[in-house]
Antibody
Framework: QVQLVQSGGGVVQPGRSLRLSCGASGFTFSSYGMHWVRQAPGKGLEWVAIIYHDGSNKYYADSVKGRFTISRDNSKNTLHLQMNSLRVEDTAVYYC????????????WGQGTQVTVSS | QSVSTQPPSVSAAPGQKVTISCSGSSSNIGNNYVSWYQQLPGTVPKLLIYEDNKRPSGIPDRFSGSKSGTTATLGITGLQTGDEADYYCGAWDSSLSAGVFGGGTKLTVL
């Protein structure tokens, strides 16, 4: 069965960095685009970033562009989100999500990981 | 970046039908597929509808999706108390080269 297991996260001061990871199993990881989606406390879903199945293309939300980097290691079935220059407003639960085959939608989600940016 | 407008809340009685709209633009809903997600309190979002009107395996046919122009609609019939959740629409925005979600709609089953 498809599983996305997240790790990383925690409490960090503004301006510092954090790296999230998402381990995939139960499917051919290298065949699927992958995303990060976040949800601030009491707020709605916000798309963060996408990486194509082969890592050839990456796109980011304006709110994180230039600060966050999405990457993947297809040999280890792992997705990463490197978050630099963190801001208080980056505080959220972060989800990794698999893109469905053929078009833009999220068919499987990780369990979510809390990132809190606070001094 | 929000797709555009979803009503913040809707409500209906058990057994009734409700619709949730999601309006966008030609760069997202108008020319790209729409998906819908259900988020029960304290849980991970779950895919309900993809490619405008398709249901994943295991999603009951009480849930349906449709689209006309730049507005997508989620329909839920035979409402149950277990349907109380937040519902989000999502689409790719070709102009932004970014994903976008609607602001979310809280469904209350009275």
């Amino acid at each position: 069965q498809v599983q996305l297991v997240q790790s990383g996260g925690g409490v960090v001061q503004p301006g510092r960095s954090l790296r999230l990871s998402c381990g995939a199993s139960g499917f051919t990881f290298s065949s699927y685009g992958m995303h990060w989606v976040r949800q601030a406390p009491g707020k709605g879903l916000e798309w963060v970033a996408i990486i194509y199945h082969d890592g050839s293309n990456k796109y980011y939300a304006d709110s994180v562009k230039g600060r966050f980097t999405i990457s993947r290691d297809n040999s280890k079935n792992t997705l990463h989100l490197q978050m630099n220059s963190l801001r208080v407003e980056d505080t959220a639960v972060y989800y990794c999500a698999r893109q469905g085959p053929g078009s833009y939608y999220f068919d499987y989600w990780g369990q979510g990981t809390q990132v809190t940016v606070s001094s | 970046q929000s797709v555009s407008t979803q009503p913040p809340s809707v409500s209906a009685a058990p057994g009734q039908k409700v619709t949730i709209s999601c309006s966008g633009s030609s760069s997202n809903i108008g020319n790209n597929y729409v998906s819908w997600y259900q988020q029960l309190p304290g849980t991970v979002p779950k895919l309900l509808i993809y490619e405008d009107n398709k249901r994943p395996s295991g999603i009951p046919d009480r849930f349906s999706g449709s689209k006309s122009g730049t507005t997508a609609t989620l329909g839920i019939t035979g409402l149950q108390t277990g349907d109380e959740a937040d519902y989000y629409c999502g689409a790719w925005d070709s102009s932004l080269s970014a994903g976008v979600f609607g602001g979310g709609t809280k469904l209350t089953v009275l």
